[in-house]
Nanobody, 118 residues
């Protein structure tokens, strides 16, 4: 079973940047896309960004223009570059692989915590 390990989170001031990484323990298969999600305190997990195997990318409206998703297949790693961070971006960030029907392929990792101070 592939394990996903997120890293790169931390405490940053509003307007700052962070780059998150999601490293898979081995080659990701049975997936049509990779995606980032986040869960803020007291809220449900929400989708942030999606990168399809065909290269198609889409973002949640709340992060569009500020976040960039990318991947390095040779390293089995997906990234999330986050710029112009806002306090409302504070959350634990997770990644996962998605099937053709957008079902999650793997168990959730521990996530990486992002805290944006005002």
């Amino acid at each position: 079973q592939v394990q996903l390990v997120e890293s790169g989170g931390g405490l940053v001031q509003a307007g700052g940047s962070l780059r998150l990484s999601c490293a898979a323990s081995s080659r990701i298969s049975r997936a049509n896309a990779m995606a980032w999600y986040r869960q803020a305190p007291g809220k449900q997990r929400e989708w942030v960004a999606r990168l399809g195997n065909n290269g198609y990318i889409n973002y949640a409206d709340s992060v569009k223009g500020r976040f960039t998703i990318s991947r390095d297949n040779a390293k089995n790693t997906v990234y999330l570059q986050m710029n112009s961070l806002k306090p409302e971006d504070t959350a634990v960030y997770y990644c996962n692989a998605l099937t053709f029907s957008d079902a999650f392929v793997y168990a959730w990792g521990q996530g990486t915590e992002v805290t944006v101070s005002s």
